[in-house]
Structures are given as structure tokens and as C-alpha cells.
């Protein structure tokens, strides 16, 4: 079984710095992917960054990087230069090939203060 | 080419009653997951379907079922509404194809059982 761990509730974070937003996770099948949906108030999830198990770099989208570190099974978000409108909940969340499902973690609910 | 789409946004039921919410899948996706999320918790994944058929299911009892048109539109079922029932239910849909499923979510059903 797939399991993701969110270790953080809420994060502040000054406008125009950067944060880390941790993720670890357990599995047994060699192969699988990691992502990280934003969620504001209103509800909808929005996808922001994928990371797969054979991917030797790490993962970049715009001001969205995964750092991925395999033997530890981590997978923290970097947001830089955090803008207001980052303000929002946050979640990691895994899927296994052949397996469509994805299996979300908690989340962490991230403020950004001007 | 459209977003996932949801209906209704919120709906208000009361305990033993039966409901059904809609989902309008993107253009082209043949595949459609349902997710529940409970406040203040990660989305848990209910069940998927894809070219129509059940392809997947989470630890739900029957009472929540589902079905998958041609037309790229599905709907969750579900009968004899109990409490817990109350929560956030998003749809998301795929294609199946890349290396990962992407999966894009609609805005969500606010579902409240009183």
C-alpha cells in the first residue's frame, strides 16, 4: 500500500521568499510518480508538478521545483519567490504504474504574509 | 479545450436519502476518478472509470456507484446517506497516455448531510 506523509499543518512564509513544503512517502513498487496540486479556498485542484521514480533530475515548473531525494523517499516542494496569491492548501500526493488512483497526503496550508 | 466541470457546486441532504452528482469530463479524456474529501483531510480515492467500465475502487461500501457516459460526462451515486457522507467530492479525468496520467480535477460538489 501507498502511503503520503505531510508532516507540516501550516507554513508562513514572507512575500518574495522562498519555502519548502515536505513530503515523504512509502511504497513498494519500484516505479510510481509524485505530484503536488494546490487548492485554493474554492476548492478545485491544480496541478503543479510532477516528479517520476526513473527521473534522474529533479523536477522543475517555473517557480515550482521537487526536490527529490529516492533513498530518503522525500519529495519537498520549493516555491520561490512566494506571491500572495501562493496562499493556499497544498498536497502531495502518489500513484503506482498501472494503478490510477492517487493517494494524497494531508496537506499543509501555506500563508503567504506581504 | 474545456475544463472538468461539476454539478451541483453545494447541495444540502438529509440522512437516508439518495444523490446524485454530475461530472462533465475534459474533451478527449476517457478515463474519470472520483475522490472524497473530508474536511481538513486529503481527497481518498472512491473509484475510476474508464471507456465506461469500473476500473478501480477505494475502500467504499456499494451504496457509492458510479457510472461513465459516451459523451464524457459520469455521475456518483450514492443511497442511504449517512453523516460522514458529508465532505468534498471531485472528479478528475485522463487520457491514459504519456508517461503519467495527469489527472485534472473539477471544482468540486460541497455535499452536507444533516
Known amino acids: 500500500a501507498q502511503k503520503i506523509t505531510q508532516t507540516q499543518p501550516g507554513m508562513f512564509v514572507q512575500e518574495k521568499e522562498a519555502v519548502t513544503l515536505d513530503c515523504t512517502y512509502d511504497t513498494s513498487d519500484p516505479s510510481y510518480g509524485l505530484f503536488w496540486y494546490k487548492q485554493p479556498s474554492s476548492g478545485e485542484m491544480i496541478f503543479l508538478i510532477y516528479q517520476g521514480s526513473y527521473d534522474q533530475q529533479n523536477a522543475t515548473e517555473g517557480r515550482y521545483s521537487l526536490n527529490f531525494q529516492k533513498a530518503r523517499k522525500s519529495a519537498n516542494l520549493v516555491i520561490s519567490a512566494s506571491q500572495l496569491g501562493d496562499s493556499a492548501m497544498y498536497f502531495c500526493a502518489m500513484s503506482t504504474t498501472g494503478s490510477e488512483k492517487l493517494v494524497f497526503g494531508k496537506g499543509t496550508k501555506l500563508t503567504v504574509n506581504p | 479545450e474545456t475544463g472538468v466541470t461539476q454539478s451541483p457546486t453545494h447541495l444540502i441532504k438529509t440522512r437516508g436519502q439518495q444523490v446524485t452528482l454530475r461530472c462533465s469530463s475534459q474533451?478527449?479524456?476517457?478515463?474519470v476518478s472520483w475522490y472524497q474529501q473530508a474536511l481538513g483531510q486529503g481527497p481518498q480515492f472512491i473509484f475510476q472509470?474508464?471507456?465506461?467500465?469500473?476500473?478501480g475502487r477505494g475502500n467504499f461500501p456499494p451504496r457509492f456507484s458510479g457510472l461513465q457516459f459516451p459523451n464524457y460526462s459520469s455521475e456518483l451515486n450514492v443511497n442511504a446517506l449517512e453523516l460522514d457522507d458529508s465532505a468534498l467530492y471531485l472528479c478528475?479525468?485522463?487520457?491514459?497516455?504519456?508517461?503519467?496520467?495527469?489527472?485534472?480535477f473539477g471544482p468540486g460538489t460541497r455535499l452536507t448531510v444533516l
Open positions: 478528475a479525468s485522463s487520457s491514459k497516455q504519456g508517461s503519467y496520467n495527469e489527472q485534472f
Open positions: 472509470y474508464y471507456r465506461e467500465e469500473e476500473n
Open positions: 474533451s478527449g479524456h476517457n478515463t
